[in-house]
């Protein structure tokens, strides 16, 4: 996440504000296995928490969702790592040594798309310049974008 993102994503919160993000549902909808569950969380957390249906509202249920989102794909990417490094040995020990690193690879990719999520996610949220919407815009593409690529490395774990 960008710097100004992140100072956006912790400015103007409501601090005695209760969100009613349920992971269950996001949960419960991938566990159906729909990939268009990603965003699904924040709408029902934005019908289920007072004053949800706001701008600050909508950001802090977004936020929570992200945030849910981006634990998982830590998890993904750790499981990726380590499935990474017993492909790098498997391959030397093969002797394949000039096989490219797997790992070296998968860092390279996730380092690649956390600059592309950062600079997609301040287009949109350029587009929202000067208005009330543009936090909101800039949380709800990283929630979006950082679904979509836990599913992705989720996906690679064999």
Do not use: K
């Amino acid at each position: 996440m960008t710097p100004a993102l992140l100072a956006l994503a912790i400015s103007g919160a409501a601090p005695a504000q209760t969100v009613n993000f349920d992971p269950a549902v996001a949960q419960g909808c991938l566990d159906r296995g729909e990939a268009a569950c990603i965003g699904e969380a924040t709408e029902a957390c934005v019908r289920a928490t007072p004053g949800g249906a706001s701008t600050v509202g909508y950001a802090l249920c977004t936020r929570a969702e992200l945030t849910w989102w981006d634990d998982r794909l830590n998890a993904a990417y750790q499981r990726m790592l380590v499935q990474a490094r017993g492909i790098d040995a498997q391959s030397s020990s093969y002797g394949t040594p000039n096989r490219p690193s797997d790992e070296a690879a998968l860092r390279a990719m996730q380092r690649a798309w956390i600059v592309y999520r950062d600079a997609t996610c301040g287009y949109e949220e350029l587009q929202w310049w000067g208005g009330t919407g543009a936090h909101g815009a800039g949380l709800a593409c990283a929630m979006r974008l950082t679904g979509a690529q836990t599913l992705y490395l989720q996906s690679l774990v064999f």
